[in-house]
């Protein structure tokens, strides 16, 4: 008996070593599992935190995003608006100048095409008139048929006060004769016959704050000077009529 129960008591000894050394070890696993698991759900947190941040800043972005899309879209109407409107006026600056080119075309009516000219260009009136209408050679007084023509523009120009008037002088490329009183060069001919025509125009009504005189000698050529032809067609007075926006609706209305 005594010999049964050591036999059992070793086996129960055994099972009782095994027992506790499972448990020891499903107490490891489980320890493990929660360590394993507390982990994950940090690196849960963790991730979510992380999402929520860009999710806030994806948010924050569209927002911007939309908030700058509509800054420009109220930019790009406010451009459209100003283009529209830019185009608006120079159509009406354009009808404008026609306009003044047909009013002063129609008061200079009658004049050799050959000694007066009227065209627009780069949205100004230009009114070209030759040496042969206006000057005698080498001469700064206008003869009777320039000042003729002369006064019918400034009729045709009176009440138009915001108009400018630029009197350009221009000559051919031959020298002046020497000791040619009050003049050395074609700058001094020039300028002369543009500051005696200023004095034709304001006499006979243009305000003289209106008129400018400025002499370009030979600089300013509209053909070569190598014939007698080329050389006449430089010898000119260009009147250059540039009217100002206000005064460019003025006229739009009055037609």
Known sequence: MGCVSQKKYTALQ???????????????EKNALQE?????????????????????????????????????SADLRGKEQRIADMQRILEQKDAA???????????LLGFNSQDLQVNVRNGKVYVSLSEQLLFKSGSTKVDPKG?????????????????NVLVEGHTDNVPIVKGTAGMRD???????????????LTQAGLPASQVTP?????????????SPTNK???????????????ELFQILEQN
């Open 214 to 226: 400025s002499g370009r000698a030979q600089y300013v050529p509209v053909a070569q000077n190598d």
């Open 232 to 246: 006449a067609l430089n010898r000119r007075t260009e009147i250059i009529l540039t009217p100002k926006l206000d």
């Open 36 to 72: 394993e698991k507390a982990r994950n759900e940090e690196a849960l947190r963790t991730s979510l935190l992380t999402k929520n941040q860009q999710v806030n800043q994806l948010n924050a972005s569209l927002s911007g995003a939309q908030q700058e899309n509509s800054q420009l």
């Open 186 to 200: 074609n700058w001094d001919l020039s300028v002369l016959r543009a500051t005696e025509i200023t004095r034709i």
């Open 97 to 107: 100048v026609k306009a003044l080119r047909q009013k002063v075309g129609d008061a």
């Open 147 to 163: 000042q003729e023509a002369l006064s019918k523009l400034a009729t045709a120009l009176k009440g138009n006060q915001d108009v």
């Open 14 to 28: 055994t099972q009782y070593t095994d027992a506790s050394r499972s448990r020891d070890q499903l107490q490891a």
